[in-house]
């Protein structure tokens, strides 16, 4: 049995013709047989997969794919009518996908890095020095440290996830999208004139637009946003700043 988000339990049997598949949540479940399983978006976890496109007027219509931090219980049922006790989790679903990569650095990197085109991934990276990313370029950081600034101007898409920066970030002018989630930030944070393209028009016109993502991060310092496309976003993944919340991240 599952329970999403304190509402009623759902038993799962399996999938049609595939009882052995585990069952996933997706922000706008996973279409089988004409239904929808592990739906995070509105309507429940489980509908009928035709309502998940009627109009937005419709009585059943208005769907919103389930971007955001969701709660789930699942707990198990023996043949003699058993429960077990229920484990819990939170998870975030952020809209957008990586950027393939073009260049990879992991291990240990001395001397500043200077990021001037293409999609370079830091995966697992020690980097001690600085990181500049230059106009048209683009960076994505997983599960990595950079012991100095990090700085992106006109950047196509900066994204950071479980790394530590030593140092200030400045991100400005990105034209596309800017996402951070469960880092630490050693220093001031400053996100300025960055353009968020939507990944999903429909959560965007039924929910509202969101700017930068900064979900689930620790900032040793400030955090200041002006002049972006709309508001900093951390779909409900607090973040913990020790000093001020400014602009466009007052909210956060």
């Known amino acids: 049995q599952l329970r999403l988000n304190e509402d009623g339990w759902f038993n799962y049997f399996g999938f049609p013709e595939e009882e052995d ?17 592990g739906n995070l978006g509105t309507g429940g976890l489980s509908r009928a997969t035709f309502e998940q496109t009627l109009p937005d007027d419709h009585p059943s219509g208005g769907f919103i794919p389930g971007f955001g931090t969701h709660f789930v219980e699942h707990r198990a049922i023996d043949p003699a009518g058993n429960v077990g006790e229920a484990g819990e989790y939170r998870a975030t679903v952020l809209p957008g ?39 048209g370029a683009s960076l994505v950081a997983t599960d990595s440290s950079i012991s100095g600034e990090l700085t992106a101007t006109g950047a196509v898409a900066v994204q950071l996830f479980g790394t530590t920066v030593n140092g ?34 429909r959560f965007s016109r039924l929910a509202g637009e969101y700017g930068p993502i900064l979900a689930g991060n620790r900032v040793i310092g400030s955090v200041s946003c002006m002049g972006n496309s709309s508001d900093a976003s951390d779909f409900g993944a607090e973040n913990t700043v020790s000093g001020a919340k400014s602009g466009q991240c007052a909210e956060l």
């Open 21 to 37: 598949a585990p069952f996933k949540f997706r922000h706008s479940g996973t279409n089988v047989k004409a239904l929808t399983y």
């Open 97 to 135: 996908e990586s950027p393939a990569c073009t260049s990879t650095v992991t291990g240990r990197r001395n001397g500043h890095l200077v990021v001037t085109e293409g999609v370079t991934c830091l995966e697992g990276a020690r980097v001690n020095g600085g990181v500049t990313v230059q106009a």
């Open 168 to 201: 200030s970030t400045l991100i400005s002018g990105t034209t596309a999208d800017v996402t951070t989630a469960g880092n630490t930030f050693m220093g001031e944070v400053i996100l300025s004139g960055n353009t968020q393209v939507s990944d999903n028009e």
